[in-house]
């Protein structure tokens, strides 16, 4: 008989309550005080310590993915674009390997279309996404299709937990 | 137009792109890497706040361990003249995470409108769908939605130093 959490499904990492109200509560304002962790705490009943060691081992079991400022890179004169290839089921391993290997590509998605690979190209200038497209069409053969956004109508990665 | 930033500005963000430092006093450990005051961490991560280069202070979760697991890029090819209001209305509803204007790739990809929905089973994922198309009614001619069968890269923006 397997213990409990190596029965968890493949992928996914436990998290218990006391886990779940402080992911909550850190999905709004971090306070921006001498010890906002120990402010995030106590409405919780969590001390300062209890709190770091929680999030140090949510991010490491990474159940969160990041913890800390979530910059809009536009409004520093970067540049977000998300891009897609159609890539023949042989190569994919391969293609995958060599997107992923430029610094350029901050998240790849596996999706099933045509469309099969879904990346996004975060870069310091706008002049660097054109130049990450060559890239990967030189090291890939492959066509990039790219939709840089015309409108944002929303962001909020905020999910409840 | 990108938002002035100064050195100081671009050392702050390139020291805590990856995270917060997890000590008790984060601004106080940033302020000593970058030799400058805590009170200054603290105004300057106010300012990029208050000016929108940062969205927010926070925790990211990763969708999947949180249960959301079947999360769907749903695309839309809706009609130009009412695609600015239809998607301010997608954009707000409560499982919509990301909502964007993108290009078409014609013939490839018709679709101009992207919505990301998020659902802990495909039920939940398909009533989402559903919601979206009975929204967007009469303006849309065709519509897609592309599931995530794979992370193959997921760092966020980097900057460099």
């Known amino acids: ?161 | 137009m990108p938002d002035a930033i100064d050195d100081l500005d671009r050392r702050l963000i390139v020291a805590t792109q990856a995270g917060l430092p997890l000590v008790p006093r984060p601004y106080h450990a940033l302020a000593e890497q970058l030799g400058m005051s805590a009170g200054e961490v603290r105004r300057r991560l106010a300012a990029m706040l208050e000016s929108g280069i940062i969205r927010r202070i926070g925790a990211v979760p990763n969708h999947y361990a949180l249960g959301y697991r079947h999360n769907g890029m749903t695309v839309w090819d809706v009609d130009d003249a009412r695609i600015d209001a239809l998607g301010a209305q997608v954009g707000a509803l409560p499982f919509v995470t990301h909502c964007y204007r993108r290009p078409r790739r014609l013939p490839d990809w018709p679709y101009n409108l992207f919505a990301m929905v998020h659902g802990k089973d495909r039920a939940a994922t398909d009533a989402h769908v559903a919601e979206i198309a009975r929204l967007l009614d009469g303006a849309c001619r065709a519509h897609d939605v592309l599931y995530s069968s794979r992370i193959l890269k997921k760092t966020g923006l980097r900057i460099g130093g």
Not at chain 1, 8 to 29: C, H, K, M, P, W
Not at chain 1, 70 to 81: D, L, P, S
Not at chain 1, 136 to 149: M, R, S, Y
């Open chain 1, 1 to 161: 008989m397997k213990p409990p959490e190596a029965r968890q499904e493949a992928g996914v990492a436990a998290f218990d309550a006391t886990d779940r109200a402080l992911i909550n509560a850190l999905q709004g304002g971090f306070p921006l005080c001498d010890a906002p962790y120990r402010d995030v705490g106590e409405p919780l009943g969590l001390s300062e310590e209890e709190v770091l060691v929680r999030l140090q081992s949510l991010l490491e079991r990474k159940v969160l993915t990041r913890f800390g400022p979530m910059y809009q890179v536009e409004r520093i004169g970067g540049a977000f674009v998300l891009a897609a290839l159609k890539v023949p089921a042989a190569d994919y391993e391969k293609v995958a390997a060599a997107v992923n290997a430029l610094p350029e590509v901050a998240h790849n998605y596996r999706r099933e279309h045509a469309l099969n690979m879904w990346f996004v190209l975060a870069t310091e200038t706008p002049e660097g996404i054109a130049a990450a497209i060559d890239k990967i069409e030189a090291a890939t053969g492959l066509e990039v299709f790219a939709f840089p956004k015309e409108r944002e109508y929303f962001v909020e990665m905020k999910l409840h937990a």
